[in-house]
C-alpha cells in the first residue's frame, strides 16, 4: 500500500510504501477512491493534544494522518457480516483502534465506522462528509433539544463545516446566518443563510440583529471571535459548539454550559442520515480543489491558507 507521510510539519509529505496491513476477523479493507482533507490532518502533524494522543494510543509506524475516505471493500474479515466485498463505502478511520489515517490507497477499518453508498452518491462527493458534514450534525443534535425553526449563527460560513451547516440549517426548517468574507456572500445566500461579511466591521456586532440564535457553530476560533461576544448573541437556551479550541477556552468550557468542545468524529451510524440526505440531493459538497495523493503537501499549504471555500480533496488513483 502507498501513503503519504512525513516525520514532522517540516518535512514534506511523501509517498511510501508500506506492507499492507493483515486483517483482523472484525475488519474490513477498502480501496480508497477519494480522500477529503482537513485542518485537523496538518495540525496533528505540528504536534498538540491529539499528536501527544497519538503518540501513545496510535499504531506504530510512521505518522499517516488523515480521517475521510470513500472507496470500494476489497475484503472483509472472516467475523464481518455486515460488509461484503465490492461494496462501495464511506467512513472514518480512527487511530484508537490502531488504524493508520486515510492518506493511503487502502485502509483497514472496522464496519461500524463505514456507511454504504447507492449507486447514484460518487465517491467525491462522499469523501466530503465524514468530518465536515458530522461536526455541524452533532452541534445540530447533539447539545441539547432545539426548537422547531432553530435560528444558527455559522461562524467560519464557507468553510468545509461552514456550509454543510448552513445546509443542515436549511433541511430542518430553521434559518441560519453565516459569517463570511464579501466574496463568499453569493455562496452562503445560495444555501439559504443570511450573510454577514466581516469585512464591514464587526461581525458579531452585525449579526446581533438576526439573533438571538439557538446554536452558534463556531469554526473559527475564538482569537477571532470572542467567546464573550458569543454569548450575548445566545438564546436563553442556546449553545455554541466550538469546533476549533484553543487552550484559552478550557475554562470556559469546563463552567459554563454554553459552550461546547465538538469532536466530529464520523461512524456509520453519524454517515448513514447524510449519506441519504447528500442522496436524496439535500445536500451539495462544494469541491475546492483536487489533488492527486501524491501532491498532499500542496493539499496541505492550501488548507493552512484558510481561504478555502468547501472542501479539498486527494485522488489515490491520479498519482
Known sequence: MRVATSASADEPLRLVTLPS?????????????????????????????????????????????????????????????????????????????????????????????????????????????PVAAVTPSVVLHDLGPLPENPRVLVLGASGGVGLFALQLVRNLGGQAVGVCSGRNVGIVERFAGIAVDYTKGDALVAARAHGPFDRIVHAVGSATYPLAGCKELLAERGVCGLVVVRPGDYATIAFSRRFRAVLGRPDGARLRPLVAALGRGELEPVIEARFPLAEAEAAHALSRAGKVVGKILLIPDAT
Open 21 to 129: 496491513r493483515v486483517l483482523g476477523a472484525d475488519e474490513v479493507r477498502v480501496r480508497v477512491r477519494a480522500i477529503g482533507v482537513n485542518p485537523v490532518d496538518w495540525k496533528m502533524r505540528t504536534g498538540g493534544p491529539l499528536r501527544m494522543a497519538h503518540h501513545f494510543v496510535g499504531p506504530r509506524g510512521p505518522l499517516v494522518v488523515g480521517v475521510d475516505f470513500a472507496g470500494e471493500v476489497t475484503e472483509v474479515g472472516s467475523g464481518v457480516q455486515e460488509l461484503t466485498a465490492g461494496a462501495r463505502v464511506v467512513g472514518g478511520t480512527n487511530f484508537a483502534r490502531k488504524q493508520l489515517g486515510s492518506y493511503a490507497d487502502e485502509v483497514v477499518v472496522r464496519p461500524d465506522q463505514c456507511a454504504v453508498l447507492p449507486d447514484a452518491v460518487g465517491f467525491e462527493a462522499a469523501a466530503c462528509l
